[in-house]
């Protein structure tokens, strides 16, 4: 039997997506540029899309534009927004972002602005004096994700976003929803950039978005035909989109009710065979009802997840292992979680399509391997 | 006249009354390895000459690392004409700078001239030709060889290749290959003296993952360039290790871990028609590599244990590996998780005593017949990494 329990790295196309694709991939293969009939087709799928994506943001404005994935939109949002501005800025940031917005951050103090990044505390929520702080000298950016890949911790957006508005009137609010996009609620009237992927919801690789609030302008990075409003040239991944498209609507409306359901039965079952296993982030409840970061007492996470590879268990962990090197999770450790504890961490994650037999089965194989393992232990 | 490559060979010139022996094998290593190429190749006069390959760039360096070979030169082949050796001499040297001298050498006694008279005129004529050329016969920076045999050859530039003897006439031995940086190192030095290397590997899933075995495999098709592939055993070892964790003494645990290695190494060795075992150890290195460790290592197994790195130091190792092309490969991550398994404080001077004793308390041969028989036998040379 395969469990297949990591989902926040990528998720298996789903039936809807394949059929749609493939469709598109042999009929709707015209270029949206090209001035014929079937063309125009393409276009209108595209256009399909986009207003898939406001509704899901609840939004019946602003600008969607359809990116390689979130790496490529969150650098659009964050270096094509500052890049627009004139003259030095200052950015706002958490210290557990995802390396394509840390990466784009980087670029940005190379090119003479000032980057802030403020720590968050066990729970992931922004230590709100440094927030307040730095707002209160003046930022043009804030960007902050929706959803923690590694632990599910979910920023209170909506106090950022107000504190935001208050203290810096005019300055941005990047979100990435790499990780919550249909499966935490999202508002748009918070936010002024949006992230999110095709590949975490069940859509191809490949394909993800911005969407961006009428008025904010940006810089383009990829520069050539003048496609998506001149903010990302290049001929449009139509069955990509179209992929993108069919996920959003498969997407089922109760997902985070699913998700929760699931995740409390992973942990339940996790538990009552591994009493001693701790939670690393915030208390389930708070989390996104996906991700599930667990420490299992005195066994390496990687040696773990080889182990539950073996039985068909597939999970991930935050922290690359080496007898040479150990390099430890930057997003656990800026949480607060000791070192020893990050190096016995494992994420869970799960999509509306996990089983509660993949469920059980996971719960079971985890406990057996730990069982084994933690017999080995350095002396 | 037409392109050739002509490949000098070293240590097979000291070999007496066997020598055929050895450049047969020479011969055909040669062939093996410019085959796919469509070079043909052929022996004369003590040399190996390479024509008909459509690309010479790629044909020298294949030859390059055939063991047994000192050099390449890519050399023009042509008739034994002086008007038309100088002309191709002076087409050679044009565009060059700086000093040069001209290495006449004249095995067709036939031929009118003799070397230094050979050498002289044709120097006179590069020297007319190219006047930002200068004689230099002490230092010279450019080298233009000409020999008269069956053909007059001509070449100015010569590859280094990697020397020692040719493969597959010193026998087969049995690497112990890790993953780490010392042991394919190790393994080029044994095939360097004309041995067939296999290599044996202990993986230790899930201690190590499959992302390690990968490396490893990768490592074994970089060192098999230098032959024609190389075979690889992988052990699984996991089940040892951990009786011995849960059974013996933690200092002695690497020491014994080692034992244990050597032993399997071994069978699958005989089993493979190897007459010896190669490790990578370095003498003090680490804890497992003090003398003492080394004997009770040694006492283990009844073949000889080759150790070619036994007297380097780690930035000498380094620099082979780097010059050999495996060094960028071992330094990638993935390499074993298994600290569990590594002693915190490692006797540096086990004694053997306390070694049997220990080994006593598992049950030694059953393991070590299991990991034998679970071996999975991995051919680099159909393998895409």
């Known amino acids: ?379 | 006249m037409r392109k050739v490559l002509l490949v000098r060979f070293g240590e097979v010139h000291l070999k007496g009354l066997n020598r055929p022996y050895f450049l047969k094998k020479l011969v055909a290593n040669v062939r093996r390895a410019v085959e796919p190429l469509g070079g043909r190749v052929w022996l004369s006069d003590s040399r190996i000459y390479v024509a008909d390959a459509p690309d010479f760039d790629a044909c020298a360096q294949r030859v390059r690392k055939v063991f047994g070979v000192h050099s390449v030169s890519p050399a023009v082949e042509m008739e034994k004409d002086l008007e038309s050796i100088c002309l191709a001499a002076e087409d050679m040297m044009r565009g060059k700078q700086g000093t040069f001298k001209v290495f006449g050498r004249r095995s067709d006694k036939t031929f009118p001239l003799d070397s230094m008279q050979l050498a002289a005129e044709i120097g006179g004529r590069v020297l007319e030709s190219n006047p930002a050329l200068k004689v230099d016969v002490h230092h010279p920076q450019h080298k233009l060889n000409v020999e008269i045999r069956d053909h007059a050859y001509l070449c100015v530039e010569e590859i280094p290749a990697v020397g020692g003897m040719p493969m597959g006439t010193g026998g087969k031995a049995m690497l112990l290959l890790s993953g780490g940086i010392d042991s394919p190192v190790a393994g080029y030095q044994i095939m360097n003296r004309g041995v067939m290397v296999q290599a044996v590997h202990f993986y230790s899933f899930p201690y190590t993952s499959e992302r390690a075995k990968e490396k490893v495999l990768k490592l074994a098709k970089e060192l098999g360039e230098y032959g024609n592939g190389m075979l690889v055993h992988v052990v699984p070892f996991t089940e040892l290790q951990m009786q011995l964790h849960e059974k013996c003494p933690d200092e002695l645990g690497t020491v014994l871990m080692r034992r244990y290695m050597m032993r399997i190494a071994e069978r699958v060795a005989r089993a493979n028609g190897c007459q010896a075992l190669i490790t990578g150890e370095s003498l003090g290195q680490v804890a497992s590599q003090t003398m003492e460790a080394l004997v009770c290592t040694d006492a283990a197994v009844n073949m000889p244990v080759f150790r070619p790195l036994i007297g380097l130091d780690k930035l000498e190792i380094i620099d082979i590996a780097t010059a050999i092309g495996t060094y960028d490969t071992s330094i990638l991550p993935y390499e074993d998780c298994c600290t569990v398994f590594t002693p915190r404080h490692p006797s540096t001077r086990p004694r053997i005593e306390d070694l049997e004793k220990a080994e006593a308390l598992i049950d030694g041969e059953r393991l070590t017949e299991e990991a034998v028989n679970g071996v999975e036998t991995f051919r680099t040379w159909e393998m895409d990494l």
């Open chain 1, 1 to 379: 039997m395969i469990a297949y329990l990591d989902n926040s790295a990528t998720t298996q196309s789903s039936i809807e997506v394949v059929e749609a694709m493939e469709q598109a991939l042999r009929e709707e293969y015209f270029n949206p540029s090209s001035l014929y009939a079937p063309a125009m087709r393409a276009e209108k799928a595209m256009n399909a899309c986009r207003n898939e994506i406001r509704q899901a943001l609840h939004t019946p404005s602003g600008q969607v534009v359809f990116t390689s994935g979130g790496t490529e939109a969150n650098n659009l949002a964050i270096i094509g927004s500052v890049s627009a501005m004139h003259g030095p800025q200052r950015i706002l940031v958490s210290q557990t972002e995802h390396p394509s917005v840390l990466g784009a951050c980087e670029a940005l103090e190379a090119a003479g602005h000032t980057v802030i990044r403020f720590p968050v505390d066990r729970q992931g929520q922004p230590v709100w004096e440094t927030v307040e702080g730095a707002m209160r000298e003046g930022v043009s950016l804030l960007s902050c994700m929706q959803v923690n890949n590694e632990t599910g911790a979910m920023p209170d957006l909506a106090r950022l976003s107000a504190m935001l508005r208050s203290l810096c009137p005019g300055a941005l609010f990047h979100v990435d929803g790499v990780q919550g996009f249909l499966r935490v609620p999202m508002q748009a009237s918070l936010a002024d950039l949006y992230t999110l992927s095709g590949h975490k919801i069940h859509g191809p690789k490949g394909v993800g978005a911005l969407w961006i609030r009428s008025g904010v302008r940006l810089k383009p990075r990829a520069l050539g035909g003048g496609q998506e409003g001149g903010l990302r040239s290049g001929t449009e991944n139509t069955p990509g989109i179209i992929g993108l498209g069919a996920a959003i609507r498969a997407m089922p409306g109760n997902a985070a009710d699913v998700l929760a359901a699931r995740k409390a039965l992973l942990l339940g079952e996790i538990r009552s065979r591994i009493p001693d296993v701790r939670i690393n982030g915030p208390l389930p409840e708070d989390a996104a009802p996906h991700i599930l970061n667990l420490t299992f007492p005195g066994v390496r996470g990687e040696v773990l997840l080889h182990a539950l590879e073996e039985a068909g268990v597939y999970v991930s962990t935050g922290s690359a292992c080496s007898s040479k090197k150990r390099k430890l999770s930057p997003v656990l450790l800026a949480m607060g979680v000791p070192a020893n504890d990050c190096e016995g961490a494992l994420r869970f994650s799960l999509s509306p399509h996990t089983s509660e037999e993949e469920i059980l089965y996971a719960a079971e194989q985890a406990g057996k391997a730990y069982e084994l393992l933690k017999r080995f232990r350095r002396k």
